[in-house]
């Protein structure tokens, strides 16, 4: 677990230097780690194939992204999971928004929007920006009004 977490982290900082290609590989072994160790549905596998699929994201490589979003959708829990439910949730959005699929990326604005307010509540920093995110995704489908 020790060289999983290893492995997560420096594939954070291939990440931040914007070296996409190297980040995934480490991501890639990493949730293969933790995956093993600690299963599918445990919130350091569903981070770990998280960081994998915004890799491969900015790599360009959207269909695997969101196949991965999906998977982490499915499997995370919406109790203790917050997290991990939030992040994706965000940016399974994102990815959809990029694949020209606008309303479904609407519909998790929304899923999001809600689930932020649930946990930081509706004056906080985190639930203003959900909500920009949902305006984002209004002006995605053209809705300009509702933005």
């Not at 093993?36 to 998280?50: C, I, N, R, V, Y």
């Not at 439910?85 to 999001?112: D, F, M, P, V, Y």
């Amino acid at each position: 677990r020790m060289t999983a977490d290893s492995l997560n982290l420096l594939g954070i900082l291939r990440l931040d230097r914007r070296d996409y290609s190297e980040a995934a590989k480490l991501f890639r072994d990493a949730f293969g780690r933790y995956r093993d160790a600690l299963g599918d549905s445990h919130p350091d596998t569903l981070a770990a194939e998280g960081n994998l699929a915004m890799s491969l994201y900015y790599l360009g490589q959207l269909a695997e992204a969101e196949d991965l979003q999906r998977d982490i959708a499915a499997k995370s829990r919406s109790d203790g999971g917050f997290g991990v439910k939030l992040t994706n949730l965000r940016n399974l959005a994102r990815t959809l928004q990029h694949r020209g699929k606008a309303a479904e990326a609407l519909q998790l604005a929304h899923e999001s929007l809600d689930l932020q307010r649930q946990r930081n509540g509706a004056d906080s920093r985190p639930y203003a920006l959900a909500l920009r995110e949902l305006a984002l995704a209004e002006r995605a489908t053209g809705d300009d009004a509702a933005a």
